[in-house]
């Protein structure tokens, strides 16, 4: 007992010498894991708190403190934080001329900074490690801004299947599978939201929407959606998922499918806005 204690010690301090920890986001080494410095009082959202606990140890204590919350005022509609940290929630102009077709977006963070390197690290670099955490991150998010009992579908927003098999995963449904209560078949006497993967599809691959005007997003998307013969969300309250939202106009094409198909109410739920 005492031998494969003390085994189990070697063998910690050795996996550390070879393999030291290193921050998840930028990749220096992790001196001294686990400590982490206070938070400046009067924050005002206590995502803040949420992400030291379940990021902060995996993260230099730069990459700590850089991350930002989505906090009030925003606009209530596409979830974008404004500029002016004073005042009260108020529709942004964007939304205030053409609206969406989704009904509420909101996000955990600003998409800068470590939250963005995390995200870039689960899809690009292979860090399925990070699902976990980030994962938990965005259900910490849902439980705040909506009742679940409310919500009737979950869904991720589809990649084209050459992109997925290329990649292994949709990152969106590898963040909820992460979520406690997840279940696509859930058991008799189940409350709170159905996961459904693939009730969306992605008819045809479109190009990255980085770097393209909002005119050029919306006809790159153009018909680019679909609902998944069989699928169905008559009436239902549909929450999408998705990693990142710059603009809305992925979310608002998927929407846009969802509500023809009769879906009575669409969210949008992201771990990280563009506030450009
Ligand atoms: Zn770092
Ligand atoms: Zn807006």
Request: charged share 20%; proline share 7%.
């Amino acid at each position: 007992m005492r031998f494969s204690a003390a085994g189990r010690v070697l063998a910690h301090a050795l996996a550390d010498a070879l393999f030291p920890p290193r921050c998840a986001a930028c990749g220096v080494f992790l001196g001294h894991p686990g400590r982490r410095p206070p938070r400046a009082a009067g924050d005002r959202s206590d995502m803040y708190r949420v992400f030291d606990a379940l990021l902060g140890g995996m993260l230099c204590p730069d990459c700590r403190k850089d991350f930002e919350a989505v906090t009030s005022p925003l606009c209530p509609c596409c979830g974008v934080m404004f500029p002016s940290r004073r005042g009260a929630d108020h529709l942004c102009g964007r939304c205030a001329v053409s609206g969406h077709w989704f009904s509420a977006a909101r996000a955990v963070g600003a998409h800068e900074g470590s939250l963005r390197e995390m995200i870039h690290h689960l899809k690009y670099g292979g860090c399925v490690q990070l699902a976990r955490p980030l994962g938990r991150l965005l259900y910490a998010l849902f439980r705040r801004a909506w009742t679940p009992e409310d919500v009737d579908l979950v869904m991720p927003v589809p990649l084209h299947g050459r992109r997925q098999r290329r990649r292994g995963f949709n990152q969106a449904w590898l963040l909820v599978r992460h979520w406690p209560g997840f279940a696509e078949a859930p058991a008799a006497g189940h409350s709170g939201p159905l996961f459904v993967r693939n009730a969306l599809v992605r008819r045809r691959a479109t190009r990255p929407q980085t770097g393209l005007g909002r005119e050029t997003r919306l006809s790159n998307l153009k018909g680019a959606f679909a609902l998944a013969p069989g699928a169905s969300v008559d009436d239902r309250t549909v929450l999408l998922i998705d990693d990142v939202m710059t603009t809305g106009t992925t979310a608002d094409a998927c929407a846009r499918v969802l509500r023809a198909a009769g879906a009575r109410r669409v969210d949008v739920l992201t771990l990280a806005r563009a506030m450009g």
